[in-house]
């Protein structure tokens, strides 16, 4: 009888602590709504790029179909990326296997695109790093912004996939940075490419599931 009282009174203070903590919340905008937002603040971004550090060659390079289809698959990897992002933010809604397969699909063939950019084989190296770590740097600092407005986004929301949504929120962020620094790069060599943007993406996507977790358990007070 005492067990039993004791743990109703556990559970009156339960209920009357969490009522205490209640806090009128705005209502969670639509997907299609925050997404919008977040592209627009993205094509902002685009031409501020493209405006004041575009590469010199650029009008000549989107008359190529090889370099506007490795853009717009970077840059559909991001849009599909950021959609799952907002969704993950919504329980019920969270993507499903086949949709992140998906994901990792368009970004797979992104980066198989890469492959088909001519290989330089007279680069010095001090040359090849000197550049490689301004292009680094640079896909990583363009990133800071989508990932941090993705985070905000997403972390209104309740997720319960951590790990799923930051690594979305990561790729959505990274993807679109890797389609601003294509355009602003002056290099094609493929490996320059994949060693100075494309793995500093994966590294930022594999940080941003850590900070993910980290972030968005404290929003959903998941243990």
Avoid: Y
């Avoid at 599909?80 to 019920?92: K, S």
């Avoid at 905000?152 to 799923?164: C, H, I, N, S, Y």
Wanted: proline share 5%; net charge positive.
């Amino acid at each position: 009888m005492e067990i039993r009282q004791a743990r109703e009174q556990e559970r009156q203070a339960l209920i009357e602590r969490l009522v205490r903590d209640l806090k009128p919340v705005r209502p969670l905008w639509p997907v299609n709504t925050r997404l919008a937002m977040w592209l627009l603040m993205n094509a902002a971004l685009l031409i501020l790029a493209v405006t004041f550090g575009a590469r010199p060659d650029l009008q000549e390079k989107i008359h190529s179909l090889r370099f506007l289809t490795e853009v717009i698959a970077f840059g559909g990897a991001g849009t599909v990326a950021a959609i799952l992002a907002l969704r993950a933010a919504i329980p019920g809604r969270e993507p499903t296997r086949g949709e992140l397969q998906f994901a990792v699909a368009i970004a797979a063939v992104a980066i198989l695109f890469v492959f088909s950019e001519p290989m330089a084989l007279d680069v010095r190296m001090d040359g090849f790093i000197h550049e490689g770590l301004r292009c680094a740097f640079c896909t990583c600092v363009v990133a800071v912004i989508p990932w941090l407005a993705m985070l905000w986004a997403v972390r209104r929301g309740a997720p319960t996939r951590l790990t799923t949504a930051g690594a979305l929120i990561g790729a959505a962020a990274f993807f679109f940075s890797l389609v601003i620094t294509r355009l602003g790069c002056p290099i094609d060599d493929r490996i320059h490419f994949l060693t100075w943007h494309v793995i500093p993406a994966l590294a930022g996507i594999s940080l941003s599931v850590l900070a993910g977790i980290a972030w968005l358990r404290r929003k959903t007070f998941i243990g």
